[in-house]
Structure formats: structure tokens, C-alpha cells
């Protein structure tokens, strides 16, 4: 059990557990944006038969001589089943088969015809130019996507070309969101005194979404501990990944705490030497996660990017999930006193980071225009402009 430890050491802990979930098969048109659970290989060489890259005329480049006779046309989809005489040419298209005998095309517009017989210049050219051969691109049992890739629509595309029509990928893990709060109301309800509209659902709702999930559950719980005992009961039942938002620090109303103790969730840390989202909790049961996070909206989706997203990403079958941020020079100069790594709004210009205003943990404004978050180490008391800072894009 950890508790108020440093940013380094909570993504240790996290990275430690190396949960995954469960493969499965998919159509190749339903995997986009699923990560593979293995490797695929080639069932099939590519191309699968010499054809030609250029609309032009197939020849034997040995055959002397600088004019040939055309004695016959192939097409794309064509099965040529003779042997190309010497001294012979034949118009082909792209992509057509290269008719044995033949191994080398010339493009059409370097071509002189004049009726069957054509000339051209050999010391334009060599041998094997403009023949795709077989095998040119992969060759039957060799790796053409490896485990943890991401399939995008360059994968769909080759995966199509040799034929394959399903994939092994990672399922996409079930999400319970619980919201904590008597005071929060949803969009389009009139607030009353003393109340705030639902920012942290919408807000990890899309960042789900771009992750590729959909499977969200949404809960509410009521500030009472039999309530938000009874509703993580529910939603761990039901979830691969808990999340929950408010309700995680010591005030007379913060039941998640003990509630997630009397669900038998294993703590695995809980307060982090961080700002903004100090009192975060990880935790859990069986091969289900939960995160804790505070109420904060900013607090919220900072302890979401450097947190969770990666275990989610990791459980998705991402190779790079925890992959480390991109550095890059700092606008300005920046202090602080306090001994926590700060997670701060920023946005790229120029090639620079710069530091928003307004990073408060309350304060979304920045929110608006930043492409991500800067991390200012915990031992740094000053960073001078121009000096390199770590970057987490959204």
C-alpha cells in the first residue's frame, strides 16, 4: 500500500501490472483503431505474379537490337500462357502479368510505333526496369504488421490486398464512469444555488471516444457511503476499468475511499506529489482497474492523460502506451516553490512550448486552446526559457 508518493513511482507501479485484455476476431472493416493481440503474416507473396508498373510494352531486354515486333496485347486481369519469342513485343498495361520470356517494360511514351513495330532507346533504360516482381513487396509467412500496431486505414488496405478478411485484436475494455457530487447537475437542467453542471462526464466521455471506446456505463451516486458503496459494487460487476470523479479526499462527504475498501478493491497507491490531482487512488480487483480521481475538472483529465490513458491504451494492446513525452525549448521563464511535479496546460507555438494562464485546478479556460500538458519536474525549482521540458500531447 503506497501512499503520497512521486509521479515516477506511480507509473512504475502502474506500468508493473502489464494488463491486457482478452483477444478476440473481428471483421477487417469493425478492427479500425483496434491494436493487433499478434503478429500477422504474409499467407500469400505480393504481388502474387511479375506484372508491369507502366502502361508500355513488355520485351527480353537480352535481345538485340532497337526495334521489335508486337504480336499480341495483355490487360490487367489477363492470364498470358505463352513464352514471348525473341525478338517479339508486347503492348501491356499496368498491372497485367508479365508474359514469360519478357522482363522488361517500356513506357509507352518513349515508344515510336508505326504500325506492329516499335523502336526505342536502349540506353534510356535497363534491365528489370518497370517489372513489379513476385514477392517485390512481401513474401509468403513474412511479418507484415506486428503485435501492438494499431490498425489504421493504410493497414486495412494491405491487410485487403493479401486477402485477409479478420483480425486478432485486443477487445475494447468496458468503462464505468461514477460521478460523485450532489451538487452536480447535467446539461440542460437549470441550476440552482449552490450547484454546477457535470463538466469531468463529457469531458472523459470524449477523451474515451478518442481513445476508440464506447463502452461507457455511467453511473451517479449520492454523497451518502451505503450509496457509493452500493453503486461501486454495481459498477465494478459490470466494468473492465472503474473510474470515478470526486469524493476521493478527507472532507465529512468523501465516501469513495472507504467505500472501494468495503468492495475489497487493493489499493495500489493513493495521493501523488503532484499539481494539479494530488489525492488520486489506484487500485484493483481481480483484472479490473480502478482510478479514484479527483473532482476537479482540470484535475480530472490531468491524472487521466498520465494515468489512465496509458493503462487503458496498455489493455487496448498498445506497444507505445507508456512511451515517454517528446521534449521541447519553453517560451518563458517559470518558478515554483512547492516540491510537486506541476502538470501545466500548454500550448505548442513556434516550436515552443508556452504556459497558459489561468492553472488553477478549477479553472477549464485554458483547457480551450491547449494541446497539451508540460510536466515540471518535482526537484525543479526555476526553468529558465529555452530550456527543454516535457511535453504530453492530448
Same mark, same amino acid.
Given at each position: 500500500? =503506497?501512499?503520497?508518493?512521486?509521479?515516477?513511482? %506511480?507509473?512504475?507501479?502502474?506500468?508493473?501490472?502489464?494488463?491486457?485484455?482478452?483477444?478476440?476476431?473481428?471483421?477487417? +472493416?469493425?478492427?479500425?483503431?483496434?491494436?493487433?493481440?499478434?503478429?500477422?503474416?504474409?499467407?500469400?507473396?505480393?504481388?502474387?505474379?511479375?506484372?508491369?508498373?507502366?502502361?508500355?510494352?513488355?520485351?527480353?531486354?537480352?535481345?538485340?537490337?532497337? @526495334?521489335?515486333?508486337?504480336?499480341?496485347?495483355? &490487360?490487367?486481369?489477363?492470364?498470358?500462357?505463352?513464352?514471348?519469342?525473341?525478338?517479339?513485343?508486347?503492348?501491356?498495361?499496368?498491372? #497485367?502479368?508479365?508474359?514469360?520470356? #519478357?522482363?522488361?517494360?517500356?513506357?509507352?511514351?518513349?515508344?515510336?510505333?508505326?504500325?506492329?513495330?516499335?523502336?526505342?532507346?536502349?540506353?534510356?533504360?535497363?534491365?528489370?526496369?518497370?517489372?513489379?516482381?513476385?514477392?517485390?513487396?512481401?513474401?509468403?509467412?513474412?511479418?507484415?504488421?506486428?503485435?501492438?500496431?494499431?490498425?489504421?486505414?493504410?493497414?486495412?488496405?494491405?491487410?485487403?490486398?493479401?486477402?485477409?478478411?479478420?483480425?486478432?485484436?485486443?477487445?475494447?475494455?468496458?468503462?464505468?464512469?461514477?460521478?460523485?457530487?450532489? +451538487?452536480?447537475?447535467?446539461?440542460?437542467?437549470?441550476? &440552482?444555488?449552490?450547484?454546477?453542471?457535470?463538466?469531468?462526464?463529457? #469531458?472523459?466521455?470524449?477523451?474515451?471516444?478518442?481513445?476508440?471506446?464506447?463502452?461507457?456505463?455511467?453511473?451517479?451516486?449520492?454523497? +451518502?457511503?451505503?450509496?457509493?458503496?452500493?453503486?461501486?459494487?454495481?459498477?465494478?460487476?459490470?466494468?473492465?476499468?472503474?473510474?470515478?470523479?470526486?469524493?476521493?479526499?478527507?472532507?465529512?462527504?468523501?465516501?469513495?475511499?472507504?467505500?472501494?475498501?468495503?468492495?475489497?478493491?487493493?489499493?495500489?497507491?493513493?495521493?501523488?506529489?503532484?499539481?494539479?490531482?494530488?489525492?488520486?487512488?489506484?487500485?484493483?480487483?481481480?483484472?479490473?482497474?480502478?482510478? %479514484?480521481?479527483?473532482?476537479?475538472?482540470?484535475?480530472?483529465?490531468?491524472?487521466?492523460?498520465?494515468?489512465?490513458?496509458?493503462?487503458?491504451?496498455?489493455?487496448?494492446?498498445?506497444? %507505445?502506451?507508456?512511451?515517454?513525452?517528446?521534449?521541447?525549448?519553453?517560451?518563458?521563464?517559470?518558478?515554483?516553490?512547492? +516540491?510537486?511535479?506541476?502538470?501545466? =496546460?500548454?500550448?505548442?507555438?513556434?516550436?515552443?512550448?508556452?504556459?497558459?494562464?489561468?492553472?488553477?485546478?478549477?479553472?477549464?479556460?485554458?483547457?480551450?486552446?491547449?494541446?497539451?500538458?508540460?510536466?515540471?519536474?518535482? %526537484?525543479?525549482?526555476?526553468?529558465?526559457?529555452? @530550456?527543454?521540458?516535457?511535453?504530453?500531447?492530448?
Amino acid at each position: 500500500m =503506497k501512499e503520497f508518493i512521486d509521479v515516477s513511482e %506511480a507509473k512504475t507501479i502502474l506500468k508493473s501490472l502489464q494488463m491486457q485484455g482478452t483477444p478476440v476476431f473481428l471483421p477487417l +472493416e469493425k478492427s479500425l483503431g483496434r491494436f493487433t493481440s499478434r503478429a500477422i503474416f504474409a499467407p500469400m507473396d505480393v504481388p502474387s505474379f511479375d506484372n508491369s508498373g507502366m502502361d508500355g510494352y513488355a520485351i527480353a531486354w537480352s535481345e538485340a537490337g532497337e @526495334s521489335r515486333e508486337v504480336v499480341d496485347v495483355i &490487360q490487367a486481369g489477363a492470364n498470358p500462357d505463352f513464352d514471348l519469342e525473341p525478338g517479339k513485343a508486347v503492348r501491356i498495361f499496368t498491372g #497485367a502479368p508479365v508474359p514469360k520470356g #519478357a522482363d522488361t517494360v517500356i513506357p509507352q511514351e518513349y515508344i515510336d510505333r508505326t504500325g506492329n513495330e516499335i523502336s526505342f532507346e536502349p540506353n534510356r533504360f535497363s534491365k528489370g526496369n518497370n517489372v513489379r516482381k513476385k514477392g517485390a513487396q512481401c513474401k509468403t509467412g513474412e511479418e507484415i504488421v506486428a503485435a501492438g500496431s494499431k490498425i489504421t486505414p493504410g493497414t486495412i488496405g494491405l491487410l485487403a490486398s493479401l486477402g485477409i478478411g479478420e483480425v486478432e485484436v485486443f477487445h475494447s475494455p468496458k468503462i464505468a464512469l461514477i460521478l460523485t457530487g450532489d +451538487e452536480i447537475v447535467d446539461l440542460g437542467n437549470p441550476l &440552482q444555488a449552490g450547484q454546477i453542471y457535470n463538466a469531468n462526464g463529457p #469531458a472523459l466521455q470524449a477523451y474515451l471516444e478518442l481513445l476508440g471506446i464506447s463502452e461507457l456505463t455511467i453511473y451517479k451516486a449520492k454523497d +451518502e457511503e451505503s450509496e457509493v458503496t452500493r453503486v461501486i459494487g454495481d459498477a465494478l460487476a459490470n466494468s473492465d476499468f472503474l473510474l470515478l470523479t470526486g469524493g476521493i479526499s478527507v472532507g465529512d462527504y468523501d465516501f469513495v475511499k472507504e467505500s472501494l475498501e468495503k468492495n475489497e478493491v487493493e489499493q495500489l497507491f493513493y495521493k501523488i506529489k503532484q499539481r494539479p490531482g494530488k489525492p488520486l487512488f489506484a487500485g484493483k480487483k481481480g483484472n479490473k482497474l480502478v482510478f %479514484a480521481l479527483p473532482g476537479n475538472p482540470a484535475s480530472v483529465l490531468s491524472c487521466f492523460m498520465q494515468y489512465v490513458k496509458p493503462c487503458l491504451m496498455e489493455w487496448m494492446g498498445n506497444s %507505445a502506451a507508456w512511451a515517454g513525452p517528446y521534449y521541447l525549448p519553453i517560451a518563458q521563464d517559470y518558478n515554483k516553490r512547492t +516540491e510537486l511535479t506541476f502538470f501545466l =496546460k500548454a500550448k505548442i507555438e513556434t516550436g515552443k512550448i508556452t504556459l497558459l494562464s489561468g492553472q488553477e485546478s478549477f479553472n477549464l479556460l485554458p483547457f480551450g486552446v491547449a494541446d497539451g500538458l508540460a510536466e515540471i519536474p518535482l %526537484a525543479l525549482e526555476h526553468i529558465q526559457k529555452g @530550456s527543454l521540458v516535457a511535453f504530453y500531447p492530448w
